[in-house]
């Protein structure tokens, strides 16, 4: 889940920066030097899911 939620947020960011234009960074923002992609945007997607589905787990274990 973690590495399909990191290729995503990869293909999102160099698509939404470089193809489209659809935002841009300011020079706060701290990114990955290789890809050239925001490093907390990846962070979010990598741990939200995982996070999201382990909150779901828990909350749907507690009912039974």
Do not use: C, D, F, K
């Amino acid at each position: 889940m973690m590495s399909i939620g990191l290729m995503l947020a990869v293909i999102v960011e160099l698509i939404a920066l470089h193809w489209t234009g659809a935002w841009a960074y300011n020079e706060q923002m701290i990114t990955i030097p290789i890809l050239g992609v925001g490093l907390l945007p990846v962070l979010q997607m990598v741990a939200l899911p995982p996070a999201t589905a382990v909150l779901v787990q828990r909350i749907w274990r507690g009912r039974s």
